[in-house]
Each structure stands twice: as C-alpha cells, then as structure tokens.
C-alpha cells in the first residue's frame, strides 16, 4: 500500500508565502515523476508544477518565478514553496507521483491541503 499525504496548507494574507510538503510512504521500490495539482471550487484541476527523479522541473504559467517544486528522494518527500501568494491561487493542492512496486509503475493521489489567500 502506497499512501501520499500532503501538509503545509492553511490561511495566509495576499502576498505571503507558504511550504507545502508532500510524503510518500508505503512498499517503494522508487518513485518517478512527482506533480502538485490544484483544484479550485468549480474548476478543473489543474497542473501546478512537477519534478523528475532527475531534478528537471516544469511549471504552470502561473507559477513561474512564484513557485518553486523540489524534491527529498532520501526522505520520498515533495515540496512547493509559494511566495507572492494571491487569492486566485486560493484552492485544494494535492501531489501526484508515479510510484515503482515491485514491477509495476502505479499513479497515486494524496487527499489535498487546502490553501486560502484572504485579508
């Protein structure tokens, strides 16, 4: 079993910042690509940033030079720092990682941390 949670989440002023964190746990052989996702109320989810085993990284429009995604591999650990927070950016994150068992690749979803950007 293969379980990812997510945790930093909260409420923060416009312009603040905020560590998302993202844990993976369970019978890993490896873990490949990992992703942050975000899904605000009546819109689809949608990507945020994501990281290869390798380090390469990619992001949203939306989140260059605001976001940056690494990675823990010794800790099977995912990041996402914010800075310059807006409301818009106010939604659900949820990491995604394509996890090895054994011989098989698998996708997994954690259960989301909510973020709220408000004054």
């Known amino acids: 079993q293969v379980q990812l949670v997510e945790s930093g989440g909260g409420l923060v002023q416009p312009g603040g910042s905020l560590r998302l964190s993202c844990a993976v746990s369970g019978s890993i052989l490896r873990i490949n690509d990992m992703k942050w996702y975000r899904q605000a109320p009546g819109e689809q989810r949608q990507l945020v940033a994501g990281v290869t085993s390798r380090g390469i990284t990619n992001y949203a429009d939306f989140a260059k030079g605001r976001f940056t995604i690494s990675r823990d591999s010794a800790k099977n650990t995912m990041y996402l720092q914010m800075i310059g927070l807006k409301p818009e950016d106010t939604a659900v994150y949820y990491c995604?990682?394509?996890?090895?068992?054994?011989?098989?690749?698998?996708?997994?979803w954690g259960q989301g941390t909510q973020v709220t950007v408000s004054s």
């Open positions: 995604n990682a394509d996890v090895v068992r054994f011989l098989t690749v698998n996708n997994y």
